[in-house]
């Protein structure tokens, strides 16, 4: 405890961090138990053990692009229920809505974030429950995103006035740019989550929701609505990202269509798949289930912008964990020893300690990904550089950050979530009670610590062999012999049972409050 | 190297068995009711982190040497100390998990006002001892508080709460029956007459309480009805004093 009595002083000091000292995420009080050692000796064992196991049986397995899939829209009525505008309408009509709340309650309502909409709404059922819920379910951002809504309408508005027109200026995107403004976006939005101390002010949020909206809709009025989308709205292009793991996907089996896409949308398999242009154009499409994971183990080109937002992804979800053990904590005050607390409420030591993590993590990651990237090219006489390397196995790191994400979210998102059900009464914390929960009260045993341990676990081994599994595919996918799949599959392994290790010993430290 | 599959699903089933039973297998023992001393002196809390488990009955037997605010986060109980005189806080570690608690020393003069000015105050009509399951708690209404609504809940399980609409002439004086289940309060709303008694009857299988006043705030902060509070200089000295670990069972 010594290092709560250096740092409480500290955050003392520096006004508002009072309310949560040294606690990353943007907003919300954690609660969660440590997981026990036992648990993170079966963890990682099993890590290791399947690894070996997997890799003996998957050597076996034949390389093979198709993969099992169930369209949702095959029947008539269900595709008049899934995909007519009528249908969508409402979603739209209260995705729009709550942006609009959520600016609104930020500049009129309440300042206290507890006792406002936009805190509660933005840190944990967006950004959190959004999160989780694409990554499982699948892409429902690309259904309900407010801003591509409102430029949709605004273009059809604009179409009735002037026929034959469109309403983006429709330049060419500069192709060299990749989805590197995607990316500084959402390195951007990294650093508030967890460095800017005022992320839980809701009318700092507000500002931040009317200033990201004026980026967007000036992205798509320039370079037209999809372009836009594909390149630089952060949210589509991330949770694009995560909904590659999901159980849905759309296909375009029309490929007329995809002539006319702005972008390259088709893979190395000539498959058009989550390709929301393309969906968009033509009508000889699917909606299809699919198994988990496997939409992230398609035969495609991995760009190097790409790959740098997977690394950041992984990174960040790495240290959204780690800034809140004693380790980092020491880290801070290490910080705060060699340049003084500071005055400034944003200019501060503390502040510049979770910068420092928010820009060198994703570093580091990437340095050591690129090192045991360079290992497997070598272990393959260097037929592949080992960028090209970092770039193929990019994507099958992504199982085992993301059951990290819910195992180390999932108690903020069930508890501290339920605050939004007083919230919606009374959004602007005015004295409203809308729908009569005003005064709910959160049921805080909802879920039990063992329960919570043992599905952590669980989630983050399954998510390492899934991991195991996807590396396994791609591997099959590039090297002809069997000898060489396997050899460069071990420092693969290695990094994996490095990355599910370390993510098991972060639940396992307890939270620093 | 190659291993028939049937023996690896039967190495598979084996480590996952064996990782269930760990898991589960843990040994566990009835809920206790237990008392736990906690000192505060110069903002530092005596023992720093109060361990109890799942289910458990505990009594907080705080003393401090400045008055103020004890508040438990999540839990959201919250409790005025006075200086010098040990005051019970009664809870049911219901929750597992790690919570802070915080103190917010507090001018007992201001204090004052805060808490008794307004009808709706936390505790400022009446405040029951913790009922034990199958007894009761009698309040009568006085005269004064005529054509007054008076919110209470169970501070111990906010969730079952309700109101007392008192009608403004005296009339029909008798007495009024409120009964605590595991589901909620019957009846939830209570309309009576100055003169009235009140009895609430603890009928769930838990401890509860019956305090005048709606619930402290949500998750943390303060209450609602005291938004004054909330000006930067009272919530910078809300700091955090130690931690309730909660273990499950």
Redesign the interface.
Known sequence: MRKLKIVLPVAAATGSLVVWPAYAHGFGERTELPIPLGYFLIGAGLAVALSFVFISILVRVKAEGSYWRFNLIGSSWAKATLTSPISLLPIKLLSVFLLGLVIAAGLGGESNPLLNFGPTFIWIVWWVGMAIGVALVGNIWALINPWKILFGWAEGLYRLIRPGRELSLGREYPAKCGIWPALVLFALYTWIQDSYPKSDVPVQIAMMAIIYSATTLGGMFIFGKHQWLKKGEAFSVVFGLLSRFSVTEVRVTDHDACQACSSECLDLDRQCVDCYECFERTKVREINLRPFAIGLGRNETVTTDILALVVLMLATVTFDGFSATSAWTEFQTFMVDLFGSGSSEILNSLVLADTLGVLLVPVAFFLVYLFFSKLMASSVDGQISALEMARIFGYSLIPIALAYNIAHFITLLVIQGQLIIPLASDPFGSGWDLFGTVDYSLNISIINARILWFLSVALIVLGHVLAVYLAHRVAIRTFADRALVLRSQYPMLALMVMYTVISLWIIAQPIVQ | ???K?PN?AA??VA??L???I???A?SSSDPERIDVSVSINSGVMEP??IKVK?GDMVTLKISADEGGEFHL????IEANIPADEETDFYFVA???????ITYHPMDENTHGEASHGEDDSHGGIFESEVIPPGESFIFEIHKHLAGKTIPFHSHLH??L?GSINVAHKSGQTGSVAVEYTDEGVEPHEINASPGTVITWTNNSSVPQSVISG??A?????EH?TD?HK?G?HD??E???IG?L????R
């Open positions: 190297m190659y291993i599959k690896l190495i598979f480590v996952a064996i990782a269930i760990g898991a589960v843990c720093k982190t799942q986060h999540t839990y959201d219901d929750a597992t998990g790690r919570f802070k906010p969730a709460n709606h619930h705030d949500m998750a943390m902060g609602k938004k909330m930067e919530e910078g809300e700091v955090q931690l670990e909660v273990q499950p």
